[in-house]
T-cell receptor, first 112, second 114 residues
């Protein structure tokens, strides 16, 4: 039973570029949440997708957008990258109405 | 706005000792509280989940307690081992309608000295 899969594991981008991160949820899960974790900090909630719609959103600018596909997988897109976007991006999947999250290993994004 | 604080930020103890990690939150109207473990550069592993109606949860050498009225939780680790070295994060959810967002503390980096 595969857990949450995130790709790529590491990524280096130049300031001003755009990036897409991908997440495949755990089998049986239908909800995907994205978190940003800066070095030495706790994860910060970006947004959550359920039934292919953004259900909740944290305090992040519109440069951060996402998508959920019919197979429940999800993408996180960040436009006009800033140096401050450098972080570990974590995907967590869950089953709507049930408790508990399964986290992926994350994508390490470095903006230079 | 819910804020979660974890003190200390870092802790080093000799192998075999029992230890306590602390977590506090500003809004007592939580639905549940979870403790996670994070190894360097890795994702999060759920350790324990405590419902707001519960006082504690146990799993092996780990015991988590919750005092919702005072906005505090503790994670007790018995007979610590070098493999317990990691960052421990607590997180709360503030609503009961399924899969609400997690609000995390900044974590306690634990080092067990062999």
């Amino acid at each position: 039973d595969a857990g949450v899969t995130q790709s790529p594991t590491h990524l280096i981008k130049t300031r001003g570029q755009q990036v897409t991160l991908r997440c495949s949820p755990k089998s049986g899960h239908d909800t995907v949440s994205w978190y940003q974790q800066a070095l030495g900090q706790g994860p910060q909630f970006i947004f959550q997708y359920y039934e292919e719609e953004e259900r909740q959103r944290g305090n992040f600018p519109d440069r951060f957008s996402g998508h959920q596909f019919p197979n429940y997988s999800s993408e996180l897109n960040v436009n006009a990258l800033l140096l401050g976007d450098s972080a570990l991006y974590l995907c967590a999947s869950s089953l709507m109405g049930a408790e508990g999250y399964t986290f992926g290993s994350g994508t390490r994004l470095t903006v230079v | 706005k819910q804020e979660v604080t974890q003190i200390p930020a870092a802790l080093s103890v000799p192998e075999g000792e029992n230890l306590v990690l602390n977590c506090s939150f500003t809004d007592s109207a939580i639905y549940n509280l979870q403790w996670f473990r994070q190894d360097p550069g890795k994702g999060l592993t759920s350790l324990l989940l405590i419902q707001s109606s519960q006082r504690e949860q146990t799993s092996g050498r780990l015991n988590a307690s919750l005092d919702k009225s005072s906005g505090r939780s503790t994670l007790y680790i018995a007979a610590s081992q070098p493999g317990d070295s990691a960052t421990y994060l607590c997180a709360v959810t503030s609503s009961g309608f399924g899969n609400e967002k997690l609000t995390f503390g900044t974590g306690t980096r634990l080092t067990i000295i062999p």
